[in-house]
């Protein structure tokens, strides 16, 4: 069974989202190990939340491109490995997408840490409308960064 640390209201849909922006779903599901690491999560530079394992986040974006970032934070009783041991492919604690958004549409983003034997990556991974929203269903929504 997978560990779930997000601890906000289940999943809902979010329907708020003013005329002319978009909606882009961002989430990371449970997992069985690196569940305790936190990202610090970010869209065109500005942080936004940090995302936990189990934990979704909606976000309201305006047209036009939108870079995300997810990046390390440290967590207690994490160790070194957290952080990449060596080589040019596996140097970085980071992941970053480009979205091009159009106003009106929904987007679902997967954050998905990439498990190696002595290190977690990072990925941002678009998926479909039709995934993004069957994955969606079991995580418990994250709060705005303060």
């Known amino acids: 069974m997978a560990h779930t640390t997000a601890k906000g209201p289940a999943f809902s849909e979010y329907k708020d989202v ?3 922006k978009a909606l882009v ?3 990371r599901l449970g997992e069985r190990s690196g569940y305790a690491r936190k ?3 970010s869209a065109n530079g500005q942080r936004i939340t940090k995302i936990e394992s189990g934990g979704y986040f909606p976000y309201v974006a305006e047209p ?3 870079i995300l970032n997810a990046d390390l934070k440290w ?3 994490c160790s070194g490995m957290n952080y990449v041991i060596e080589g040019p492919e596996t140097e970085k604690r980071h992941a970053t997408l480009e ?3 159009e ?7 997967k954050l998905f840490v990439e498990e190696h034997p002595s290190y977690f990556l990072p990925q941002l991974l678009v998926m479909s409308n039709e995934v993004g929203a069957k994955e969606i269903i079991d995580c418990k929504l994250l709060q705005p960064e303060q």
């Open 18 to 20: 003013p005329q002319g």
């Open 25 to 27: 779903y961002i989430y």
């Open 39 to 41: 990202y610090f999560l």
């Open 64 to 66: 036009g491109t939108m």
């Open 75 to 77: 967590c207690y009783g």
């Open 99 to 101: 979205l091009k958004i």
């Open 103 to 109: 106003p009106g549409k929904v987007y679902y983003v």
